[in-house]
């Protein structure tokens, strides 16, 4: 992903026709990436985000999503995080929406 993002400020100075600053400004990030493996059992999907105990856990247990869910909302808020959708034994749909963070700014 990072590979695509840096050659966007290239391809800008090749094109661009002065000297002058340019802006780029990217104000919603939307990925989404489908498989057609396995999917996930519908007992498990509508739950597959929530946050679990650390106990009786499996490398696939689920936390890691949970975990990346609530740090993408406490930074840009609860309309954004990920999104799964899956039809068991046909395919895995999962997005990932951000927005631009704003940062504060201190006074120098």
Do not use: W
Not at 78 to 101: A, F, H, R
């Amino acid at each position: 992903m990072l590979k695509i993002f840096s050659h966007i400020p290239s391809c800008l100075l090749k094109e661009h026709s002065s000297a002058g600053p340019f802006l780029v400004l990217i104000r919603c990030i939307f990925i989404s990436v489908t498989d057609n493996g396995q999917g996930i059992p519908p007992d498990i999907l509508p739950n597959i985000i929530r946050p679990r105990s650390m106990e009786n856990t499996t490398a696939f247990s689920g936390i890691g999503l949970s975990n990346v869910d609530s740090r993408i909302k406490m930074l840009f808020g609860n309309d954004y995080g990920l999104y799964i959708d899956s039809i068991y034994q046909m395919y895995t749909t999962v997005e990932i929406v951000l927005t631009e963070y704003k940062r504060r700014r201190e006074a120098l």
